[in-house]
C-alpha cells in the first residue's frame, strides 16, 4: 500500500499560478505510474494528468493542456502539478493517485491508492 500526501493548494486570483506536491511512502515510488485527478463541487471526479514511472511519459486532460505540467522526482518520491492560467473552472479538490502496474492511466477507477486531497480555488 502507498501513502499519499498532497500540497501546495490554496486561493489564488485567474491567470495565476500553483504548484502542487504530492509525497509518496510505503512502496518503491519508482515502480508507480501517478496521476492527478479532481473534483468540483456537485461533479465527478476527472482526470487531469499522469506521468509514467519513468517520468518521460505524460498525458493531459484537454482542460489543461498546454497549461499544466505534470513532473516526478524518483529521488524525492514526489510527484508535482504545476498549474500556470488557473481559470475559475479549475477549481477543485486535487488528489494524486498511484497505480502500481508502471503503465498510467486516465481512468480513476484502476488507481488503487489516493491521497486525501488538496484544495484549489480560483477567483475571478
Known amino acids: 500500500q502507498v501513502q499519499l500526501v498532497e500540497s501546495g493548494g490554496g486561493l489564488v486570483q485567474a491567470g495565476g499560478s500553483l504548484r502542487l506536491s504530492c509525497a509518496a511512502s510505503g512502496r518503491t515510488f519508482s515502480t508507480l505510474a501517478m496521476g492527478w485527478f479532481r473534483q468540483a463541487p456537485g461533479k465527478e471526479r476527472e482526470f487531469v494528468a499522469a506521468?509514467?514511472?519513468?517520468?518521460?511519459?505524460?498525458s493531459y486532460a484537454d482542460s489543461v493542456k498546454g497549461r499544466f505540467t505534470i513532473s516526478r522526482d524518483n529521488v524525492k518520491n514526489t510527484v508535482y502539478l504545476q498549474m500556470n492560467g488557473l481559470k475559475p473552472d479549475d477549481t477543485a479538490v486535487y488528489y494524486c493517485?498511484?497505480?502500481?502496474?508502471?503503465?498510467?492511466?486516465?481512468?480513476?477507477?484502476?488507481?488503487?491508492?489516493w491521497g486525501q486531497g488538496t484544495q484549489v480555488t480560483v477567483s475571478s
Open positions: 493517485a498511484a497505480r502500481p502496474a508502471g503503465i498510467f492511466s486516465l481512468r480513476s477507477y484502476e488507481y488503487g491508492d
Open positions: 506521468v509514467s514511472v519513468s517520468g518521460g511519459l505524460t
